[in-house]
C-alpha cells in the first residue's frame, strides 16, 4: 500500500506512467524536484510559504480531502503545487523562483540532502542556483512566451536540454549536431501547428523555407508597410535563412554528431558549438515568436475573407411596357 505521502504527490503510477493527474503535453518541472522542495518546506512556518507563492502571483490549490499525513506545511505548499499547469512556461518560470527563493531565504547555509537534491534537479532542467539568490539559465534557450499555446513542444524542450548537457561536458561535435536537430524541429513544429503536410523526404533547408514561407518570413516585394516592409527586415530575413542552414551544413560537413565520421574530428572548438547553439537559438526563436505574435503579418494572409454579397437585382414588375401589372 502507498503512504498518503506518495498518493498526494501522485506524479507518476507504480508502472512509470504519467498518471491521470497530467496533462498529455510534456511538464516542464520534475516531480522529483516538487517533492524536494516540498520536503524543504516543512522547516517553513506557513505565513512564509505564502509568501513565496503568492509573491510569483500564485494562488493556493483546493485543500487535500484526505487525511494525507503530511503536516500543516507540506499540505500548504502541496495545495499551490496543485494550482500550477506544469505544462506552461511561464508557471514554470515563476516556479523556479519560488525554489530559488525558498533556497536562498530559508536554507542558504545549509546542506541538507534535500537543498542538494532540489539543487540538481533545477540543474537538470537547465537552472543553476546561485548563493547570492539567483537562478542563472545554463546555456542556451528561448525567451519565455515563445512555446506558448502550442499543441506539443517536447522536441524543442528536449532539444534545448541536448545542447546544454553537451556544453556542460565541453563536446562540440554534439552540441553542432543537436542545434541542426534543434532548427530541424522548430522547423517541423511550425508546419504541424499549421496544418501543413510534412513530406518526410524533405531535407532541411526545404523545412527551413517552407516555415519562413508559411510564416511570412521570406523577403517578399509584397510585404506590409512598417518594419516587416523595409529593406533593412528583407536582409535580416535572408541573413536568418543562412544562419539556419548554415548550421545543417556545418553538422553534415562531420563536425557534428548524427554522421560517423572516418577519422577524428580536428581543430573544432567551444567556440564554434556556441556559434551554432546561438545561431540555432536566434532562428528558432524568430521562427516560434513569429508563429505567436497575433499581429504578424502572416496572420493577415491566412484570415478568412468574408465574401462580399451584391445586392439582390431589383425585379421589374411591369410587363416590359412600363406598366405596373393588373390584379387579377
Not at 516538487?34 to 506557513?46: D, H
Not at 543537436?178 to 531535407?203: N, Y
Not at 518570413?217 to 541573413?239: F, Q, W
Not at 573544432?268 to 537559438?281: C, E, F, K, S, Y
Amino acid at each position: 500500500m502507498r503512504s498518503p505521502l506518495t498518493l498526494l504527490a501522485a506524479y507518476r503510477n507504480d508502472d512509470g506512467r504519467e498518471s491521470q493527474m497530467s496533462s498529455s503535453r510534456r511538464e516542464l518541472i520534475s516531480p522529483a524536484a516538487r517533492i524536494a522542495a516540498r520536503e524543504l518546506a516543512s522547516g517553513v512556518v506557513l505565513r512564509d510559504i505564502d509568501n513565496l507563492w503568492e509573491s510569483q502571483g500564485f494562488a493556493p490549490g483546493p485543500t487535500p480531502f484526505l487525511e494525507t499525513g503530511l503536516g500543516q506545511r507540506r499540505e500548504r505548499f502541496q495545495c499551490y503545487l496543485d494550482a500550477v499547469d506544469w505544462t506552461d512556461e511561464r508557471h514554470a518560470a515563476r516556479v523556479v523562483q519560488v525554489f530559488a527563493s525558498l533556497l536562498h531565504d530559508h536554507y542558504v547555509d545549509q546542506d541538507l540532502p534535500d537543498c542538494r537534491k532540489l539543487r540538481r534537479e533545477l540543474e537538470n532542467i537547465g537552472y543553476r542556483f546561485e548563493g547570492d539568490g539567483r537562478i542563472v539559465k545554463i546555456g542556451v534557450g528561448l525567451r519565455p512566451g515563445a512555446l506558448v499555446d502550442l499543441t506539443d513542444v517536447s522536441a524543442i524542450h528536449e532539444g534545448l536540454q541536448r545542447i546544454a548537457r553537451a556544453e556542460q561536458h565541453e563536446d562540440p561535435a554534439l552540441v553542432i549536431g543537436a542545434a541542426k536537430e534543434l532548427i530541424e524541429s522548430t522547423a517541423k513544429l511550425v508546419l504541424t501547428e499549421l496544418g501543413k503536410p510534412l513530406d518526410p523526404r524533405a531535407d532541411i533547408q526545404k523545412l527551413i523555407r517552407g516555415a519562413q514561407k508559411e510564416l511570412g518570413l521570406l523577403p517578399s516585394r509584397d510585404a506590409d508597410s512598417g518594419p516587416d516592409g523595409t529593406e533593412a527586415i528583407k536582409k535580416i530575413l535572408n541573413s536568418a535563412s543562412a544562419i539556419a542552414v548554415g548550421v545543417a551544413e556545418l553538422r553534415n560537413r562531420g563536425y557534428g554528431t548524427g554522421h560517423g565520421p572516418a577519422s577524428a574530428r580536428r581543430g573544432l572548438a567551444p567556440r564554434h558549438a556556441h556559434l551554432a547553439a546561438n545561431a540555432a537559438v536566434t532562428w528558432c526563436e524568430l521562427i516560434l515568436e513569429t508563429l505567436a505574435d497575433p499581429r504578424a503579418p502572416w496572420r493577415k494572409a491566412t484570415a478568412p475573407t468574408t465574401p462580399t454579397t451584391s445586392a439582390p437585382t431589383a425585379i421589374d414588375p411591369s410587363d416590359g411596357t412600363g406598366a405596373a401589372p393588373r390584379c387579377p
